[in-house]
């Protein structure tokens, strides 16, 4: 029998996965021939006006070696461009192209169906139950924040001995 943590987490871990796996079906009808990373970065773009190569892997979670590949590839595939403002002439900074504008259009209009589809189920929970469910996710980030410390991991990055 399991125990009741366990039971918890099997249950989200699965509600995640069918999630997952039903917004990716979704996304590759509409999105086919772009990979998950791709189409998030180029969600991050459209989204953060001052995007670079720091701030693109803070947000992942991946190194800079790994988001200046992916950018490189967005570059190639004519979805997002690189420019470097007047008075920072170091930084380079990226911008969505018109064929990444429509990417991130489409990657939005996704989203708002995956909420759409979503919303009478969450109108049904009480303000106690919303209240209650938003308690536990938080206390139990806060508990794994914690433990991610203890053990030298770097939250941001995601890597251990970088704190």
């Known amino acids: 029998?399991?125990?009741?943590?366990?039971?918890?987490?099997?249950?989200?871990?699965?509600?995640?996965?069918?999630?997952?796996?039903?917004?990716?079906?979704?996304?590759?009808?509409?999105?086919?021939?772009?990979?998950?990373?791709?189409?998030?970065?180029?969600?991050?773009?459209?989204?953060?006006?001052?995007?670079?190569?720091?701030?693109?892997?803070?947000?992942?979670?991946?190194?800079?070696?790994?988001?200046?590949?992916?950018?490189?590839?967005?570059?190639?595939?004519?979805?997002?461009?690189?420019?470097?403002?007047?008075?920072?002439?170091k930084e380079i900074f990226f911008q969505l192209t018109n064929q990444g504008e429509k990417i991130y259009k489409i990657h939005e209009e996704l989203h708002k169906k995956f909420s759409e589809r979503d919303a009478s189920l969450f109108e049904q929970i009480s303000d106690e139950e919303y209240s209650f469910l938003l308690h536990f996710a938080s206390t139990y980030s806060r508990h794994l924040d914690g433990e991610l410390q203890k053990s030298g991991i770097d939250i941001k990055s995601g890597r251990a001995d970088t704190l």
């Open 1 to 89: 029998m399991m125990e009741k943590g366990e039971q918890i987490l099997a249950e989200f871990w699965e509600i995640f996965q069918k999630k997952i796996l039903l917004e990716n079906y979704e996304q590759n009808k509409r999105l086919n021939g772009y990979k998950p990373s791709e189409i998030h970065c180029i969600q991050y773009i459209g989204g953060h006006s001052d995007s670079n190569v720091t701030k693109i892997a803070e947000s992942f979670r991946m190194t800079t070696g790994g988001v200046t590949k992916l950018t490189q590839r967005l570059i190639e595939k004519d979805l997002i461009r690189a420019y470097k403002n007047p008075g920072n002439k």
